[in-house]
C-alpha cells in the first residue's frame, strides 16, 4: 500500500477481554516499530522488528503484550486480559532501513483501544 | 538514557506571525539526530524537519526551522508565517547512532506541545 495501515481504528473492548491489533507496513520496509502512545502524552516504544526477527522488545509494559511478525511483513499486536490502564493509541511505524542507518520511519494512524 | 523534554504544553499564534516551541534533551552520545513530528487530530506522526548532531548548520524545510545548540541540548522549532493548518500536535524526538545490536531506530519522544493558529 502506500502507507502504513493499520486496523482497527478503534477498538472498545471490556477489562479481561483479549484484543488483537494489526499494522500493514509499507511494501518492502525492514523495519517496524510500535509505541503505546497514552491520553495527551507522547509515543512511548514498545518493540521493534527487523524483518521477521523480534530484535528488541524492552518496551512491552507486562507479559500480557506479545507482538509478532512471522512473514516480515504484517505485524500484530496482541494484548491479553485486557486493563484499564491499557487504554492508549497504538502506533505503529515502518522504515525502509534498519540499524544505524535507519531512514526515515512512515507512521500509521493509529489504533485507539478503550478498556472498559 | 536519553530523555527529551518540552516545557510547552500549549502555545498559540496568530496567523501569519512567528512561533517558537522548545525542546531540551539530555544525553551523553555526541552523535545523534534529532526530529521535529507534527500530529494533526487525525493521529498520523508526519515529520516536519530532522538535524544530524555532527552538522553545525541549522535544518531548514520552507517555513520551518530549527536553532540547535548542541552544547546546551536545545532543539527549538520555528514556524514562519503560520498557517491555519499547522495546527496540531508538535513532538520532538531523539534517535541514537549507536549500535546497540538492537533499535537504533528507535525514537525517544518528548510530551509534545499543543500548537493553536488563530486567524
Known amino acids: 500500500g502506500a502507507g502504513v495501515s493499520q486496523s482497527p481504528r478503534y477498538k472498545v473492548a471490556k477489562r479481561g477481554q483479549d484484543v488483537a491489533l494489526r499494522c500493514d507496513p509499507i511494501?518492502?520496509?525492514?523495519?517496524l516499530f510500535w509505541y503505546q502512545q497514552a491520553l495527551g502524552q507522547g509515543p512511548e516504544f514498545l518493540t521493534y522488528f527487523q524483518n521477521e526477527a523480534q530484535l528488541d522488545k524492552s518496551g512491552l509494559p507486562s507479559d500480557r503484550f506479545f507482538a509478532e511478525r512471522p512473514e516480515g511483513s504484517v505485524s500484530t499486536l496482541k494484548i491479553q486480559r485486557t486493563q484499564q490502564e491499557d487504554s492508549a493509541v497504538y502506533l505503529c511505524?515502518?522504515?525502509?532501513?534498519?540499524?544505524?542507518?535507519?531512514?526515515?520511519?512512515?507512521f500509521g494512524e493509529g489504533s485507539r483501544l478503550t478498556v472498559l | 538514557a536519553q530523555t527529551v523534554t518540552q516545557s510547552q504544553p500549549e502555545m498559540s499564534v496568530q496567523e501569519a506571525e512567528t512561533v517558537t516551541l522548545s525542546c531540551t534533551y539530555d544525553?551523553?552520545?555526541?552523535?545523534?539526530?534529532l526530529f521535529w513530528y507534527k500530529q494533526p487530530p487525525s493521529r498520523q506522526m508526519i515529520l516536519v524537519i530532522r538535524q544530524e548532531a555532527y552538522k553545525q548548520q541549522n535544518a531548514t524545510e520552507n517555513r520551518f526551522s530549527v536553532n540547535f545548540q548542541k552544547a546546551a541540548k536545545s532543539f527549538s522549532l520555528k514556524i514562519s508565517d503560520s498557517q491555519l493548518g499547522d495546527a496540531a500536535m508538535y513532538f520532538c524526538a531523539y534517535r541514537t547512532t549507536m549500535n546497540y545490536g538492537g533499535s537504533q531506530g528507535n525514537l525517544i519522544f518528548g510530551k509534545g506541545t499543543k500548537l493553536s493558529v488563530k486567524p
Open positions: 511494501s518492502g520496509h525492514v523495519s
Open positions: 511505524a515502518s522504515s525502509q532501513t534498519a540499524g544505524v542507518n535507519t531512514g526515515e520511519l512512515f
Open positions: 544525553t551523553s552520545e555526541s552523535d545523534y539526530y
